[in-house]
Structures are given as structure tokens and as C-alpha cells.
DNA sequence: CTGAAAGCGCTTACAG
DNA sequence: CTGAAAGCGCTTACAG
């Protein structure tokens, strides 16, 4: 079924089929009514490829989601699926945002996992193929986010999550980042306000933005109250479980350990979780403990974990709404937009 | 910069172009390397849209996500965006493998949620506009599936997870099961080899084939087992956590309580969980209980949940390796494919 | 081995 | 208000 069927059909030409479809005005209702009544008889969908190939916009949104292990072989090289990127909640919530909102405007979304740099091609094509209209990446690393640069040229309008552009009139993109700083500040300022003076951090990989804002915000707020810092108390981590099982240990080792930590995410605070009731040690009586994400696991963890609540679904539709705009403008909105987070609390703290 | 350009600078004819870019024989090595160097120095990829029009395929595969909730208004109008299809774990494993997998043969995916009997005008859109080649429907119930056989006409190719043919040579389509009955057994098997008589259910949705199945596997083993059924031990959950915790709260009213129970998912378990610790009883020694699905959050629930792990995975390498194969064959290929289950044995059961 | 040309199914100035 | 026609950027018989 062709736009050339239905107007044999209704005994018009292809270009009023084509008036009707795209809401011309002056079109008369009878004409209107006919058309419209024969395209939804014959299930009749216009050519996509071909609307595309004649001027029209695609309506589909890219979306990236960045995995790239340097060291390590690509995660899908690996013997088991299960615990690739997509598993995590962090992307998930994200991830179903940001469809739900295209869709509501009309717009289909094309997925894909970058695991190296090479993968980055598939970006490039998906963009130079004409298969969107805009895309946004997410997951990735500072230098990885630069890439980008080199990679897309300036003429298709992009979205990045969790990048603070250095100057926005020579990056131009849709920004739109969670308030990592203002949230690790909020964390670290309510464990103080329990009492806590020794507050020790795992941070989260500093080769993100968010790892170093939530680092920041640690050590802002403990300096604003005075509290001097003690680089003993600060252990890096990279948002892996692993990570927080080994920094929790590091912690405990000293001769004279946190009454509190903040774990820079919820999976860190999962594996320090471990390390604690493994050293004998209970959570919140020997030691409080607040993640950040507040991904669904952390509910469930015994204690249930205090964490920062981050609305990932409030950037999805945000990053949504500011490409579709670049979209309708024909032009890349340049901004950078800021997220405020929220304390969730449960029982992993105490007060001292 | 189109294939016009890149076969000017080169000094050849579009056609050739296009030769060397569809990989045609008969072209000198000469010619070809030229070409190649031209369209990558140019980051030159070729106009998808245009290449669909020309009859080639747009190694795109749909993916939809299957969310309809009767009896209340679609997901997407609750206020909160934060506990939509997405976060389930189950549909997160399958997304990624399949992503994963048709990306590496060169396939891009499109995805979307239905959420209402009117959103498969989404799919039936995708399909018709030639968006996409094939496409598959994951998480719905059966009359849900069914109704796709009206939606999409069937010279389009189309799989659907968890969905049981009456009859392959009418409903065509790529079907791939997890071995649900198979899983159910073996979980009650555990049960009764751990000493267990008297064993409970808390069913999935029974409009759902996976519900229907698992039941099935329940009662087949017990009366294998020359267990004699008892209805009062049999209630029915919709693989939601808070059916989980009403359906225990049920089971453990009765005068004669059950020492194991079967939840025919992780989520009803949490809510059984919940159950029992406020009735005052003790995992595993008051009750064992086993879960299906393996979730992420399983593992981290106190104690640790025994369950059934389902290779989502697997699953998913299948349908995106059989959607593929029929594309490249032109016609749908017609399975219906069984992927065993693998019970993972952890601390919520014990021997009595 | 290779170019000229038709054709894919649309949209949209253009002319009336 | 509406039709004929050009053009979007490819691929692929066709002819040589």
C-alpha cells in the first residue's frame, strides 16, 4: 500500500493523500474526511525511508549508553551477559524515561552499547546515515565525552549526561547533569548533623565528572563545619562493588576507623556492606553508612540503606524535551542544565 | 557529502561507488581502495533512508516492551516514573543481550513501550513504515499476544518471548520460551528432596503463559511425588511484590501453615519475605522459600534467596540470531525454542 | 569491469 | 484548492 494506491482509492492525486497526512490547511473536510477513512481501512503507514529521503525528519532519538572497561577485553567478550551495563538500575531508570517521554512527542528511540572506543562508529553511522534526528549518550567517562567531539561534527545536535562542558559556546550540546555536589554535600552535612565528626568516603571513579563532584562536596561541607580533613578517610573506589568491599577494608584497617562513610554509590556501599559484617562489625552501631543513586537493591540491603535519591527520569524527560526542541529549531540548544537530588532516609545511619 | 561526491573526487561513476561499498565482486583492487580511502577520509556512510528505498533492508530490529496494566490508567500517568518495566531486572537482561547481540551482526534496535491495547499502533507503525525489519514483543500476557497476530499482517517478521503456540503453522513467528514448567519442577523437586511435605504456591499471573506453566510444573512434581494437592496451599499472586506478601500472609493463616513455599518469582518473594518477618518467623528455619528469575536483588536479600535462574541472555542471543535468519532467508522462520533453567542454590531453604 | 538511467515512495514548490 | 513534476540519495538491471 502506497501513498499512490490510497489516491487512486479516493480518486485524488498523490500530493493531496500527501496534504492530508501532513495537515496541510485548505484542504476541504470532505476530501479530508475520504482520505483519512481509506488510509485507516488499508492499515495504510507512509514510507518511512522515503518521507526521510524527501526532506522530512526521521523522529527517532539516539541513545548511548557508554561501557567502556579500558583495561579489560569488552564486556561482551566475556562468558556471562547477566551483568553488563543494562543490569544496572542506574541506566535502566534512565533509559525507560527517556523512551517513554520520545514517544509521548512522537519520536521512536535507537539503542546502542558502546563498549570501546571503536564502537564509537556506530554512533557516527547512526548520526551520518541519517537513522536520527539527535541522540544522547550516557555512562561514560570525561575523556570518553570529549571524544565525542571529534567524532560527531557540530551539525547534529547531541545530548550528553554527566559532562560539565568547560565552555558551553565551544561544546555545544544539551548538558543535563544530576546535582552530584549539592548531593554529597546534603549526604556528608546530614551525617554531621547525627553527629558524626570522622566521616570517611569511598569515592566514585574520578575519571567521571560525578566522581569528582561528590568527592567536592565531601570535602566542602566538612570544611564548612570545621572539621579538618584527614586523607586517611578518603579512599578511591570507581562505582564497583568490589571497589567499596576493598576501600571499606582499607577504612577498618586503621588504628582509628570512620564512625561514618559515604559511599559514592549504591553499589560500593553494597560491597562495604560485606566488609563490614564480614570484620564482625555492625551497620548503623559501629558504623553509618550512606550510598548515593538510590537504585533498587538498596531497599532491600539489611540494614536498608540511607542514600541520594537521583531523578533520573526527571534528566530523561528534561534531555528529551531539550533535543526535540533542537530538533524543531533546526538548530543545537547549547545548555546546561542541573538536577537537584534528594536524601532518602532509612537505617543505615545512626545518631551518635 | 553523498556517493556522487566521493565518486567525483575519486574520478569513477556512482555506480561503482556503490559497488565497492556492497562489497560487489569484480572490482579492482585498484578501484576499490581508492574508493575506500575517499569514504574514509570523508567519514563518508551512506544515506540509510535512501538505501531502504532502493530495496535494500535497514538492519533495524524493533524491540517492544510490553507494559499494559488493565485495570488502571497506563504506567506513564502514575507520578512516578521510577517503577516502570525498565527497573524490572528481568526485562534489563533481555534488553541488553539482544542489543548486544543484533549490534554485533550489525543491527540497530528500536525500542518501545506499549503500555495500552493502543499503543501496538507504535509497532504497527514501526513495521508498515518499513522502520524496522523485524521485530520482537517481550512481557505480555497471551490474550496481549494474540492480539499482535491481528496488528501485524504476517509477511512481516515478528518473535515473541514467552508465548506458547497452539499452532506453528498458523501463528508464525519466532517463539522462545524459558523452560517455565521444567524450572518449577525442579524448584519443587528441591523442596521434596530437602525433606519438605508440605509445600505452598504463590502463582504468577496465570494470564500470562509463564504463570500457567509454572503452576503446572508445581503440581506435576507433587503428584509425582505421591504428594496429595492441597487447594488451601495454592494462591494466586500476579508476580507483583505486594501479591507476594498478601498470598504469604494467606498461606501462613491457615491452621496448618506450609514449611516451604514456592513464589513463582524474586518479586512476590520480597513481598513474602516481608510477610514473615512481621508474622515473627525466621527464614529459613520457620519456612524455606524459593524463588524464579534469579533477579539482581535476590542475592542481596537476608538471607540470600534461593531461586531460579532464567538465562534471559541465552533467550535473547536466540531471538535476535532467529529474527536475523529470517531476514536474511526473506521469510519468517517458524520455532518454537526451549531454554532450560538453572536453580541457584542459596540460604532461604533448609533441609528438614 | 563500468557508466547511464530507471526506480524506490515520498514531499513540495510551481502552475493553474 | 489541486495535479504534474522534480528531486531526495541510493541500488541495480542493462548495455557495452
Known sequence: MRSKDIAKLVGV??????RVINNYPDIPPATREKVLKAIEEYNYVPNVPARRLAGMKSRTLGLFLLDIIEEEKP???????ENLVYNNNFFAAFTNAFIDQANKKDYYILVSIIYNMEDFKKAQDAFYGKRIDAGVFIGGKTQEYKYIFNVIQPDYIIGIVDFEPEDLSRQKAVFVNMNDY???????EYLITLGHRRIGIITGDLSKGSG???LRGYKDVLSQYNLEPDPKMIVCGNYVEESGFNGMNQLLAGPHRPTAVFCCNDSMAIGA???INEAGLNIPNDISLIG???T???EYLSPPLTTVHVPLSEIAVNMADLLIESIAKGKQVAINKLVDTVIVKRASCKKL
Open 13 to 18: 492525486s498523490r500530493s493531496t493523500v500527501s
Open 296 to 298: 533498587q537493591v538498596s
Open 292 to 294: 548515593f543513586d538510590n
Open 273 to 275: 556492606y560485606r566488609a
Open 75 to 81: 564486556h561482551h567478550l566475556k562468558i556471562s551477559n
Open 182 to 188: 549539592e548531593g554529597a554535600f546534603k549526604a556528608v
Open 212 to 214: 569528582v563532584r561528590r
